[in-house]
């Protein structure tokens, strides 16, 4: 994990031809988004600290271990929602249309 004070440090973890995952690393008051996919279904998992998230017009806060399904089509936002560093394992399924998929 690595935090940069210079705005949400992102690293792919996985990535074949059907999935593909990565940690975003949030310090205080950073965020990411709006980001959406239209033909990824998402899953996004807090490991650590706590986060707010907006999905289209519904929000919701999440803390450490909160899991929330990001339907493809959908435009996700997300913020650190406290003052410790927050930490997002974010996974789509297929890689996002951006990703160049591993041959």
Same mark, same amino acid.
């Given at each position: 994990m690595r935090f940069?004070?210079?705005g949400p440090h992102r690293e792919t973890l996985h990535e074949s031809k059907r999935l593909w995952s990565e940690i975003v690393c949030l310090e205080r008051a950073q965020g990411l988004g709006p980001i959406a996919d239209p033909d990824s279904?998402?899953?996004l998992t807090?490991?650590?600290g706590e986060i707010a998230v907006?999905?289209?017009r519904g929000?919701?806060?999440l803390p450490q271990w909160g899991s929330v %399904? *990001?339907?493809a089509g959908s435009e996700l936002?997300?913020?650190n929602a406290s003052t410790d560093p927050a930490v997002i394992? %974010? *996974?789509t399924a297929p890689p996002p249309a951006d990703s160049p998929a591993p041959e």
């Open positions: 940069s004070q210079d279904d998402a899953i807090v490991v650590a907006q999905i289209d929000r919701k806060r %399904l *990001v339907p936002t997300l913020r394992l %974010l *996974v």
